[in-house]
Nanobody, 116 residues
């Protein structure tokens, strides 16, 4: 059972920055995919960025150029650097990983609120 714990959410003004962290209880070498999702009220979770252990990255168009997914190299952790935040980025952000059997594991989420 892989456990994920997100941190780093909070309230920020338009144009501000936040860095989300996700601590992973499993070695990244035992994963096939890491991702950040977000969920707006009343909506389904949507994928915004993915990262493979080999370094392959994808960012959704809604965040491309503003958000960057990355991983730590001295510990098992995933990050999401968020710059130039907008009110429409307000959501609950989740970390998700897939293990070698493609089972999914989710964190509990962290709230990000962007105010104008």
């Amino acid at each position: 059972q892989v456990q994920l714990v997100e941190s780093g959410g909070g309230s920020v003004q338009v144009g501000g920055s936040l860095t989300l962290s996700c601590t992973i209880s499993e070695s990244i070498s035992q994963l096939v995919l890491m991702a950040w999702y977000r969920q707006f009220p009343g909506k389904q979770r949507e994928s915004i960025a993915t990262l493979t252990p080999g370094g392959g990255k994808w960012h959704d168009n809604s965040v491309k150029g503003r958000f960057t997914i990355s991983r730590a190299h001295d510990k098992d952790a995933l990050f999401l650097q968020m710059n130039n935040l907008r009110p429409e980025d307000t959501a609950v952000y989740y970390c998700k990983v897939n293990d070698l059997q493609w089972r999914e594991y989710w964190g509990r989420g962290t709230q990000v609120t962007v105010s104008s």
